[in-house]
């Protein structure tokens, strides 16, 4: 089915442009006429360099620190951590835009039949309309074999392209926020941007300049950040590539004349090798780039582009009913589907996701970060980096079940750097083995806690990228992968070994210093010993490396250290409103702020499968009764992880209702974007997701049985619909279809032999399929049968 966003008029903002990434490189276009730019970045342009912030007076502070969480005095300990704990510098390095390629396009009058366009099927972003009677067809696409962005500009009349091409750097800065708080809309949205704004001065060492050979080519180095030098240097090259028409440098220009097409095909580098080296040379990588993408055809470089992106994205197809609604512009579906009947645009929200994450998030390049791979400033809100206590998580929910397994190799990457850095941290901070990782980390991989102790002071970022580490092995179950990342885990649990302290009661151990994310339990405090969610990821990370040693055959020792502490880590408590307790203590009724975005001690729920209505009914209760005090409205995430845990409560009318504010116009951007606001893409990635959990589960049984549940929250607004493609934990191919409100057909198609109980409704069904063995279940009065 196609799935397209489509407009009737030229981008006003930029989350009006429309993307395309490649994983390395993005690029935001606005479909303008006779001006038009393209907003370009490169994965790796960051500001700063090499650093290791680690504060060593943190070990010494640390012990008093403990103390006095463990005595009450919560102000004092937050004010010491502030003091003597943060790293220094207290905040991390910003991912930048590389700048723009403005066109202009002198022939061009009023414009008429205007469309604009992305096809996210064929990755490729188009904007047609007709001027002077000649029609304008301009293409673009960012192809990951030929590692290139690529641009045709034709017309249906031969000699009609006249355009003039130049690099732009980024247009604007923001002023620095205060961290971690929730930023005003207005202060981060471009004016007018299609109409080009030069109102910024071109940073030092910049150059941009056309050389006599055609190619157009932006060189300059990255910024200084908070003391750190910028040790970066970038280019970003041109080559046009003109049919018909003449082509001539002009100052910092390009300048083409008469020309039956353009293709343009542009390069970008920084001299990023890995955290540590900075010696690459973007100038000889562009070259080589683009030597390679101008030996081949426009036609060819498409094909080649659109092979290698439908190989994953058609991989997952899903309906879920059509109404008159899809049949209007995309923005205008957003404006009004908060009271429209439009289950397409969530089908349409789904494939987006899925379509954003290919394109930001591939092998080798960056993991997609706070905007995947897309910033038009250089200096974005919270730097655009990886805030590893829900964002960064978040952005790879939907990777294993949308089977885009691919795309979590560079967040694997990222964690094997961690456990390199955060060992740093973990010796120099607390004298622990192991590695640790804070709230957040940035492309030099840094790891000591930044922004203030109410944000910061949190050791459990390493441990929940943990889990997605096993849920890679999980989803595919192959021990030579969990090899690779089995010391990953390893660390990351020694590292807790050392640190856990014995709470004051004598039985548990727990976290001291921790804070459960970013919510405070009085004004102005988040520190507390041993939250909810600590508990929760540490059961999940010791459980998980237990098995993988299991599964490896290591480390006996080791295995039954983890099962012992793990049998001291405080469960999970009810409070005196029946809700989940999110600290130790029952202090939920009396915080800040009880509608809070972050729901952090609902981990144990969804991401995780600690807490279910099956296998823990009270707890999941007390979660409910959680979720219905902090309230369904929150930030585009707070919104996207609230979906996910009505779904897991096999609530569908919840999530559904849910979704829709997800979907509505506060929340979503005309280019569907999703809006914290201002922009963040984890809301995309948690969307994804949600509407995957409200139509497959796969979770574990106590007992550690793959257990698979079918539409499990499937709400009465998408009666009749498919989705296929999905898998499941172990291997496992799901294809649904259902009508009237009930499953009709599934197919499972095992890539391993493997047992799987499938669950629906009250009905469940133990089956076992070999490898490449396919089996097809239906409901028949309310009960699973193998046909
Ligand atoms: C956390 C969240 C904020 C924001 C930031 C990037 O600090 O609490 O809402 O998403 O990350």
């Not at 237990?546 to 055959?553: E, F, M, S, Y």
Request: charged share 25%; aromatic share 8%; net charge negative.
């Amino acid at each position: 089915m196609a799935h397209r966003l489509w407009y009737t008029s030229t981008a006003k903002e930029w989350v009006e442009a429309l993307p395309v990434g490649n994983g390395r490189l993005g690029a935001m276009v606005f479909g303008g006429t006779a001006q038009e730019r393209l907003q370009l970045n490169e994965n790796t342009l960051w500001s700063g360099g090499p650093y290791d912030p680690v504060n060593p007076e943190a070990r010494e502070a640390l012990p008093e620190v403990r103390k006095l969480i463990f005595a009450g005095e919560f102000e004092k300990a937050s004010q010491l951590v502030d003091a003597k704990v943060l790293a220094k510098p207290s905040g991390q390095m910003a991912y930048q835009s590389i700048g723009e390629l403005r066109l202009v396009f002198p022939g061009i009058g009023a414009a008429n039949d205007y469309r604009r366009d992305l096809d996210l099927d064929g990755a490729i972003a188009t904007t047609r309309f007709s001027s002077k009677g000649v029609t304008h067809l301009r293409e673009l696409f960012a192809s990951a074999p030929d590692n290139v962005l690529v641009l045709r500009l034709s017309a249906d009349k031969s000699r009609s392209v006249d355009v003039d091409l130049t690099f732009r750097w980024p247009p604007r800065s923001r002023p620095a926020d205060p961290p971690g708080d929730e930023l005003k809309e207005a202060d981060t949205r471009s004016p007018s941007p299609v109409a080009f704004d030069d109102s910024t001065p071109a940073p030092a060492n910049l150059i941009v300049r056309a050389l006599p050979d055609g190619d157009l080519v932006m060189q300059g180095r990255n910024a200084t950040r908070l003391g750190v030098p910028g040790a970066l240097t970038y280019e970003a090259r041109a080559r046009v590539i003109v049919a018909g028409g003449t082509r001539q440098p002009s100052g910092s220009s390009i300048v083409v004349r008469g020309a039956d097409s353009v293709v343009v095909l542009i390069a970008m580098a920084t001299s990023y090798r890995d955290y540590q080296r900075v010696d690459a040379d973007p100038t000889a990588l562009n070259e080589a780039t683009l030597d390679r993408a101008a030996s081949r055809s426009f036609d060819e470089l498409l094909a080649r582009h659109q092979a290698d992106h439908r190989r994953l994205f058609r991989r997952v197809q899903i309906d879920l009913g059509r109404t008159p609604a899809a049949e209007r512009p995309t923005d205008e579906r957003v404006r009004t589907s908060l009271t429209s009947d439009d289950p397409a645009l969530a089908a349409l929200y789904f494939q987006y996701g899925r379509y954003l994450l290919i394109a930001s998030s591939r092998p080798g390049s960056q993991p997609a970060n706070l905007q995947g791979v897309w910033n038009d400033m250089l200096d974005p809100p919270w730097g655009s980096k990886y805030t590893i206590n829900i964002n960064t998580e978040m952005n790879y929910w939907p990777a294993e079940p949308t089977d885009l397994g691919e795309c979590v190799e560079p967040l694997i990457a990222m964690v094997r750097d961690l456990s390199i850095t955060g060992a740093k941290t973990a010796q120099a901070m607390y004298g622990a083995r192991g590695w640790v990782a804070h709230h957040n980390t940035d492309l030099w991989r840094a790891t000591a806690p930044i922004d203030g102790a109410r944000y910061g002071m949190w050791p459990m970022g390493g441990a929940w990228l943990c889990l997605h580490l096993w849920d890679h092995y999980d989803y595919n179950r192959d021990a030579r992968y969990l090899a690779t990342v089995y010391p990953l885990l390893k660390g990351a649990c020694e590292f807790f070994l050392d640190t856990l302290v014995e709470h004051p009661n004598g039985q548990w151990l727990v976290t001291n210093p921790s804070m459960s994310p970013e919510n405070e339990h009085r004004p102005g405090v988040a520190v507390a010993a041993g939250p909810a969610m600590d508990n929760q990821i540490l059961r999940d990370l010791f459980a998980n490396t237990a098995k993988a040693a299991r599964i490896l055959d290591r480390d006996a020792d080791f295995v039954a250290a983890l099962e012992a502490a793990r049998k001291r880590l405080p469960p999970d408590r009810i409070g005196s409103q029946g809700q989940l307790q999110e600290w130790l203590e029952d202090w939920d009724a009396n915080v800040p702020d009880i509608h809070h975005r972050h729901v952090s001690h609902l981990y144990g729920l969804y991401p995780s499968g600690q807490i279910s209505v099956d296998h823990t009914p009270e707890l999941a209760q007390a979660a409910r009764r959680t979720l219905e005090i902090r309230g369904d409205d929150a930030t585009g995430w707070g919104i996207g992880w609230r979906l996910n845990l009505w779904a897991r409560l096999r609530d569908g009318e919840h999530a559904h209702a849910v979704l829709k504010l997800l979907l509505g116009p506060q929340r979503t951007y005309p280019n569907l974007f999703d809006a914290h606001p201002p922009f963040q893409i984890d809301g995309n990635f948690g969307g994804v997701s949600g509407i995957t959990e409200m139509l497959l589960q796969s979770l574990k049984s106590p007992a550690g049985d793959d257990e698979v549940w079918l539409l499990p929250a499937l709400p009465k607004a998408w009666p009749d619909g498919s989705i296929t493609g999905l898998r499941a934990r172990g291997g496992l191919g799901v294809d649904l279809h259902w009508q009237a409100g009930a499953l009709r057909e599934c197919r499972l198609n095992a890539a391993r032999d493997g047992h799987w109980m499938l669950r629906s409704g009250r009905s469940s069904l133990p089956v076992s399929i070999k490898a490449g063995r396919s089996l097809t279940i239906r409901l028949r009065d309310g009960v699973l049968a193998a046909t």
